[in-house]
C-alpha cells in the first residue's frame, strides 16, 4: 500500500495521468519491470510483435529481439527514449495512423512515463524473461460498463458509501475510508478488486449479494488485469449510474426444436435420401445469389491413414486404418467470401452468442439462427474476397453457416468428418498427395509456402484431384468435424474389420482437426494424410473477454467446404453437428 503522507501527491499525479517514477517504486529492477513494464508489453505490444506474429519483423518478447529491432531499425536503445520506437510510436497522438497499439486507447500518460523512464535508466530486463501475450482490458470497453452497473449506485457524490465516489479518476484514487482503494499495477493491493473477489456469504463482498454479486469471473478478471496493467482511467471522463438488466438474455432460440423445423422442410425439399445416382450441381445462397458447386463423392473403401514408408509422414497419421464410406456431395471449392460474408455480417444486433438482440413476432425462422457478431477488423486482413476462400472463422461459425446455408436450400450441409475429407482428397489415389509422391509437382495443384507470395489466392486456379475437387490441397486448411487425437487412429484400428464411417466425436473445443495444408505451409503438411490440429492460439489478437466464440483472428489460412451426406441424419444428430463447436450447447464443458 501507498504511505498516507505520500497520497494527497499520488493523488494529484494520477488526476492529471502522471505518476512520477518516484511514486510507487519498486523495491529492485527487476521488481520493476515485472510489476510495471512486463503489463504494459505483454498487454498491449505482444500479440502483434511475437515468433508467431512478428509484424515489420520485429520481435518483442525478449530484450535481445528489441534491441535488434525490425524493418525500422531499433526499437529499444537503453538510456536513449528519444531514440526508441517502443516508446515514440506509442507516443504518437491516438488518430496517427503509425501510433502503436494501433486501433484502440492509446497508452495512458502514466504507462508512457513509465516507459520512458525505465528506458532512461538502462532498460533493465530481468535474465530469462521471455513476455507472452495478455488480454488488453480497456476502461471504456471492458470496465466504465461494470462500474456503472454493478458500483455507481452506491459509490457516486449523493450516496458515497464507506465515503468512495467511483465516478472519476481523482475521486476513485482519493477517496474512501480504506484508501487507497485502487493500487495500480498490483490488485492484490487493490481493495476494489480484494472486496469484489470474496465468497458469496461474506458480508463485506462488494457488489453485495442481494445488490447481484458476487461478479462473474469473467469480470474479476478483466479487474484484476486492468489493475496489473496500470488501472488507466481517462482523466476526464466521468461515469454514471447505468440501470441493472432486469432481464437476462432470453435462451436463445437456435435449439433442438429449430432443428426440427428445418429437417422437416429438408425433407420436405429433398427427401430423406438421394433416390437416384448423385450427380453435380450448382446452386445460389438464395439471399445472396452467390453461386456455390456441388461435387459427388462416390462411395466405397479405402485406407486411412498414410502408410509407415511414406516420406515425412507424421506419428499422428496411423495406424493406417481401412474404412468404408457412404457417398455424399462435397463442395467443388472453398467457400468463399462472397458466399460467407452476408452470414458473417448482417444489420442485426446480435448477443455475442449470435442471437438476436431485439426479436421480433415477424421473425422466420433464418432469423432465429444464431449468426456471427460483427467483427472488430477486416478478417480477410487486406488479402482479398472476391472469390478468395473465407477465412478466420471458429469451426462454431463454420458450423453455423451450414445451418444457415440448410435453411435456405432445403439440403442438408454439415462440415465433413475426417475420414470424409482424406477420402475425397484422395480420390481413389493411395500416394502421398491425389496426384502422386513427387512434391516438386505440387505448384500445379496447390498453394504453399514456396508459390503463394504470402497469401491466399482465389478458388480453382490449380488443378483438380481426379474427383474434380480444387485446392484439397493447399491454399487454405480446412476444418473438419473431428477431435484431434495425437494417437492417430489407434482406437478405429483396434476394431475388427474396415470401419464404417469413422467419426471422433468431440468432447472438448480444442484441439479439433483440420486438413490439407495451407499458403504458408511447406510441401509436407499439404499431403493427403496430414492432420492439424486446432490451437487457442488462433485467438490470440482477439482483444475480447471471453474471447469470440466466432472468430480466430490469428488464423489466416484457416476454411472450410461443405459436405452433404446423401443420407439426412435425424435432428438430433443435425443439432449435435451444428453445435459441438460450442462444447456447452451438446451437454459437454467448455474448456477455453
Known sequence: MIRPSRWVAWALFSACGILPSTLAAADSPDQEFTRFIQPILESACIRCHDAENAEADL?????????????SGAALVPGKPEESLILTLAALPGDDPDVMPPKEEPLDPEQLERLRAWISSGAHWPEGVVLGQKPRITFREHIQPLLEVHCVSCHQPDNAEGDLDLTTRAKAFSTGDNSPCLQPYDPDESLFFILASLPADDPDLMPPAKDGGPLPAVALERIRLWISQGAVWPPDLEITQRAKDSSEQPPSPDNLELVQRIRNFIVETSGESAETPLEPYIHTVPVTDAVYHMVPVPGGEFTLGSPAGEKNRADDEGPATRVVMAPFWMGKYEVTWPEYKPFMITPVDRHKDGAKKNPSPDDTDLDAVSMPTTPYQDMSFGMGQDGFPAISMTQHAANKYCQWLSLQTGHFYRLPTEAEWEYACRAGTTTAYSFGDDPSELGDYAWHFDNSNGTYHPVGQKKPNPWGLYDM?????????????????????ALAGPIAQPFRRPVKLFPRVARGGHWDDDPELLRSAARTPSSALWKRQDPQLPKSIWYHTDARWLGFRLVRPAKVPSAEEMHYYWNCGRPEKVGLPRDE
Do not use: C, I
Open 59 to 71: 520481435l518483442m518478447t525478449t530484450r535481445e529481439a528489441l534491441l535488434k529491432g525490425g524493418d
Open 473 to 493: 490441397h493447399g491454399n487454405v486448411v480446412e476444418w473438419t468435424l473431428d477431435q484431434y487425437s495425437p494417437d492417430g487412429y489407434a482406437d478405429f484400428a
